[in-house]
C-alpha cells in the first residue's frame, strides 16, 4: 500500500507564509506526477499546483507567484511553499501523487489525508 501525508498547515495571518510538506511511503517503485489539490466546504477540489518527474510544474491562475511547488525525489516528498496568503486560500489541502508500485506496474492514484490552512488576522 501507498501512504502520502502531509504535514505544514495551520494558522497564519494574511500576508505570510507556510510550507506544506507531503511524503510518500510504501512499496514505490516511481513516482510521476505530485501535486496540492484544496478544498473547502460546498466546494469541489481544485488544483493548486502539480509538478512532473521531470521537474514541470504548473499552477492554479489563483496562486501563480505566490505559491512554489517543489520535491525532493530521493525521499518521495512533494513540497509547496505559499506565501502572501489570502484569507481566500483558507482550505483543507490534499496531496496527490501518480504511483506505479510492483503489483501493478500502472500508474495509480493516491491523496492523503488533507491538512488544515487556515489564513486570518
Known amino acids: 500500500q501507498v501512504q502520502l501525508v502531509e504535514s505544514g498547515g495551520g494558522l497564519v495571518q494574511p500576508g505570510g507564509s507556510l510550507r506544506l510538506s507531503c511524503a510518500a511511503s510504501?512499496?514505490?517503485?516511481?513516482?510521476?506526477?505530485m501535486g496540492w489539490y484544496r478544498q473547502a466546504p460546498v466546494k469541489q477540489r481544485e488544483l493548486v499546483a502539480t509538478?512532473?518527474?521531470?521537474?514541470?510544474?504548473n499552477y492554479a491562475d489563483s496562486v501563480k507567484g505566490r505559491f512554489t511547488i517543489s520535491r525532493e525525489n530521493g525521499k518521495n516528498t512533494v513540497y509547496l511553499q505559499m506565501n502572501s496568503l489570502k484569507p481566500e486560500d483558507t482550505d483543507v489541502y490534499y496531496c496527490?501523487?501518480?504511483?506505479?508500485?510492483?503489483?501493478?506496474?500502472?500508474?495509480?492514484?493516491?491523496w492523503g489525508q488533507g491538512t488544515q490552512v487556515t489564513v486570518s488576522s
Open positions: 510504501g512499496i514505490i517503485v516511481s513516482i510521476n506526477r
Open positions: 496527490n501523487a501518480g504511483v506505479i508500485t510492483p503489483s501493478s506496474w500502472r500508474v495509480a492514484d493516491y
Open positions: 509538478i512532473s518527474s521531470g521537474g514541470i510544474t
